[in-house]
């Protein structure tokens, strides 16, 4: 098969590189410049270039694309056979990652594009979200956080039996909500509170919690502030890592945690997250010990079957 390269318009038009088309949209009909770059840095185009049946190479700058753009490449890319997706991006530097398939590719772009568009209205007075690169996380091996993720990456996304003894067994199942989006229900409802969430309310909250909407906690405003998160990520069905920082009711001072949401499938049409959160400074911010994971935990382990519902 020969090579071909195409440039991917903010409208979502494919484009061949030098084609007078594409110079059109650029402006110069005879650059004496890379103008396939030039539209990528500057113009929000994204390069694709079709090395073999088995190879496929994304440039794009995260912070000028269009989300359209995404769109149209997603649905090209989706009918690829390729095995090897190599996108190349812009932050301060140019960066390279190599996915192994189509699904995972879009997924990075995604999650690029979202980390460079941060919406203004996560953060108010009280809570502040700073969106991190998830990806970062699988690199570095200290952080506690990191087993939850690979789990959700080696399940698939599919929310079993497994999924609470594996993080009961990294000391993360106190310290995780388990909540529910339906298709037809924007409004997220809790599954389960692990213990360490009796701020929220009081000592029985974790259990009075269970089917209610996760907006309608005691403390409303933080409530509205989470849920929304929680059915994002569930739609967008792709992991999100933030760094909070809240002033949280019946604690002093403000709050620091690492928040983890990963969207799981389940034998209905319900979307499972789960929010597992490490506080990093703060009145109840966790000793560092020798191990990454944390102290293994040895309460009950709730069924699957009582937290997800089936079909």
């Known amino acids: 098969m020969q090579n071909e390269t195409f440039l991917v318009s903010p409208e979502g038009r494919w484009l061949p590189e030098g084609s007078q088309e594409f110079l059109r949209e650029v402006g110069d009909l005879d650059p004496d410049y890379d103008a396939a770059m030039f539209a990528v840095k500057n113009l929000g185009f994204i390069k ?3 090395i073999t049946d088995l190879v496929v190479s994304i440039t794009v700058h995260p912070s000028n694309v269009d989300l359209n753009s995404l769109i149209a490449v997603n649905h090209v890319l989706s009918k690829s056979t390729a095995r090897a997706f190599c996108i190349r991006f812009l932050t301060t530097r140019w960066e390279r990652e190599i996915l ?6 879009f997924e990075r772009l995604h999650d690029l594009y979202s980390l460079a568009h941060l919406e203004d209205h996560r953060s108010s007075e009280r809570f502040f979200a700073t969106r991190q690169d998830h990806e970062r996380l699988l690199n570095n091996s200290e ?3 990191r087993p939850i993720l690979q789990k959700w990456r080696m399940a698939f996304g599919q929310f079993d039996d497994t999924v609470l003894p594996f993080m009961a067994r990294h000391g993360f199942l106190q310290r995780t909500v388990v909540v529910g989006v339906q298709p037809n229900d924007p409004d997220p409802v809790f599954r389960y ?4 969430f009796d701020w929220l309310g009081d000592r029985d909250f974790p259990y009075r919690a269970i089917g209610e909407k996760v907006a309608n906690q005691p403390d409303r405003e933080y409530g509205q502030w989470v849920a929304e998160d929680y059915r994002q990520t569930a739609l967008r069905k792709l992991p999100q890592l933030d760094r909070v920082d809240a002033a949280l009711r019946g604690r002093e001072g403000r709050t620091t945690y690492d928040r983890l949401l990963l969207p799981w499938t389940t ?11 490490l506080v990093t400074d703060g009145p109840t911010a966790l000793v560092r010990t020798g191990t990454t994971a944390g102290a293994v935990e040895t309460l ?6 009582k937290i997800a519902k089936s079909s």
């Open 100 to 105: 192994p398939n189509a699904e995972r590719a």
């Open 300 to 305: 009950p382990i709730p069924s699957v079957k």
């Open 267 to 277: 034998r209905s049409s319900e979307i499972l997250v789960t929010v597992s959160s």
């Open 143 to 145: 952080h506690r956080l």
């Open 48 to 50: 694709v270039e079709i």
């Open 193 to 196: 509170v692990g213990d360490a």
